[in-house]
């Protein structure tokens, strides 16, 4: 069974960072791609970042430059750090392991001042 438990959220200021964490339970983390995404009120579910178990990163337009995708394989743990904030950043992010299509119960973000 796998399970994706996310954590990191909270409230920033437009021009904070944040690290969102994204712990896996389960065996063969690093040999599967992982991936964030988030859900803003009343929109679709959007596709924010991925990293291949290679360590290929990939982001949408929208965070190229300002997220950062990193994962940590001794720990299970994948990472989005988000700099340079903005209020349309804010959202409920999940991770999500493609293989299996499992998702965490999503860390929410909010960017305010």
């Known amino acids: 069974q796998v399970q994706l438990v996310e954590s990191g959220g909270g409230w920033v200021q437009p021009g904070g960072s944040l690290r969102l964490s994204c712990a896996a339970s389960g065996s063969g983390f690093s040999i599967y791609a992982m991936a964030w995404h988030r859900q803003a009120p009343g929109k679709q579910r959007e596709w924010v970042a991925a990293?291949?178990?290679?360590?290929?990163?990939t982001y949408a337009d929208s965070v190229k430059g300002r997220f950062t995708i990193a994962r940590d394989n001794a720990k299970n743990t994948v990472y989005l750090q988000m700099n340079s904030l903005k209020p349309e950043d804010t959202a409920v992010y999940y991770c999500?392991?493609?293989?299996?299509?499992?998702w965490g119960q999503g860390t929410q973000v909010t960017v305010s001042s």
């Open positions: 999500r392991r493609g293989v299996g299509d499992y």
């Open positions: 990293i291949t178990s290679g360590g290929t990163t």
